[in-house]
């Protein structure tokens, strides 16, 4: 059965929500991922499946340019804001499928793609293409989240999810996904890739209001939205008030940090 998140739908209806809710929290990783490759300020960058520029607009402050591309028209409109707001200009977002990239080989100084390739439904011809652009020598940095057993956020929130959805399975680590560090090492060494280093990272979120917590969390996030927009209204708010219920039951002393685990995974195209 296919992965809704590997379609274009679900991100390009979560697109506006994920900038304001969720782009925040994610920027540590991308700024972790930024130190680890340590780009000069006369190169030009890849960033593969940007979304709203998470990534793409702290790094236009260290490098030449950043061609920051994404297959959700919605997130390349909400990226286009960003950079707006920003003043930035050495950014240039474009519509793009990461499987099928649209740029020369041995083009990019460095890449990168911060819980986006992860989704692809061939993950190894999206690391393919990456090297194919990338020149020798030159380095990726991908991400991906850990085992939902490794995060005590995510943990939370598919506790919430499955109370109001009990058909909902326990997650479970997929060995043939990013969450598994020796799948995630084959498949960037099957692509070509030498040096491949794989480093746990975590973030923390602080949640002072349990309800404000669920609404950010429902408003950022790709499956929850994608879940929304498949039911009636009345039956997402009697789930939306079972989540909360619970979210509200677990919170009784706040505030409190829950972090989140990933993996961001350096490789180097070998000269």
């Known amino acids: 059965m296919s992965n809704p998140l590997s379609s274009v739908e679900p991100w390009s209806l979560v697109a506006e929500g994920y900038t304001k809710s969720t782009k925040q929290f994610?920027?540590?990783?991308?700024?972790?991922?930024?130190?680890?490759?340590?780009?000069?300020?006369?190169?030009?960058?890849?960033?593969?499946?940007?979304?709203p520029g998470t990534l793409a607009i702290p790094?236009?402050?260290?490098?030449?340019?950043?061609?920051?591309?994404?297959?959700?028209?919605?997130?390349?409109?909400?990226?286009?804001?960003?950079?707006?707001e920003a003043n930035v200009q050495n950014v240039f977002p474009l519509v793009m499928d990461g499987q099928k990239l649209e740029f020369p080989q041995d083009h990019f100084d460095g890449a990168f793609s911060m819980f986006g390739l992860m989704f692809f439904p061939d993950k190894l011809q999206g690391?393919?293409?990456?090297?194919?652009?990338?020149?020798?020598?030159?380095?990726?940095?991908?991400?991906?989240?850990?085992?939902?057993?490794?995060s005590p956020l995510m943990q939370?929130?598919?506790?919430?999810?499955?109370?109001?959805?009990?058909?909902?399975?326990?997650p479970q680590t997929n060995v043939s996904s990013f969450e598994n560090p020796e799948f995630f090492r084959e498949q960037l060494t099957e692509a070509g890739f030498q040096e491949i280093d794989i480093l746990?990272?975590?973030?923390?979120?602080?949640?002072?209001?349990?309800?404000?917590?669920?609404?950010?969390?429902i408003e950022g996030g790709a499956p929850l939205q994608w879940m929304k927009s498949k039911m009636k209204e009345s039956v997402w708010n009697e789930k939306r008030r079972i989540m909360l219920e619970h979210v509200q039951s677990q919170l009784k002393q706040l505030p409190?940090?829950?972090?989140?685990?990933?993996?961001?995974?350096?490789?180097?195209?070998?000269?």
Not at 200 to 217: H, R
């Open 26 to 51: 994610l920027e540590a990783y991308s700024l972790k991922a930024m130190d680890l490759l340590g780009l000069k300020s006369d190169e030009i960058v890849l960033d593969v499946a940007a979304g």
């Open 59 to 84: 790094l236009s402050k260290s490098v030449k340019e950043v061609y920051a591309i994404d297959f959700s028209p919605a997130m390349i409109d909400e990226l286009k804001k960003g950079t707006k």
């Open 127 to 150: 690391l393919k293409e990456i090297y194919r652009v990338l020149k020798p020598g030159k380095k990726v940095a991908v991400s991906g989240w850990a085992p939902v057993a490794n």
């Open 156 to 170: 939370f929130l598919f506790g919430a999810l499955r109370k109001a959805n009990p058909e909902i399975p326990e």
């Open 200 to 217: 746990p990272f975590s973030n923390s979120i602080e949640i002072t209001d349990a309800e404000t917590f669920l609404d950010s969390m």
């Open 256 to 271: 409190i940090s829950l972090s989140s685990e990933a993996y961001i995974a350096v490789a180097k195209k070998p000269n």
